[in-house]
């Protein structure tokens, strides 16, 4: 599954209005996440994308590490 992290804490209760208000933070989705989380090479691209984003810090230092594995493997073959 999937955790959110409360950012504000408050009461909803039904029928009350909800706003969306747009993020001008860089976002990704959760299969972009996923995708990332699990497979054995992402995109370094979407890696930086995720690293930007607003999400949880223990991901963030998870994308980091495979963004930073990913980074010293290229300068490795360039070496060669």
Request: proline share 8%; with cysteine; net charge positive.
């Amino acid at each position: 599954g999937v955790y959110c992290r409360v950012l504000n804490s408050g009461e909803l209760s039904p029928g009350d209005a909800v706003t969306l208000v747009e993020n001008p933070e860089p976002s990704v989705s959760m299969l972009e996440l996923f995708r990332a989380w699990f497979e054995q090479h992402p995109e370094p691209t979407l890696l930086r994308r995720i690293v930007a984003a607003p999400v949880g810090e223990r991901a963030r230092d998870r994308f980091r590490k495979k963004l930073d594995s990913l980074n010293c493997a290229g300068r490795e073959l360039a070496a060669r």
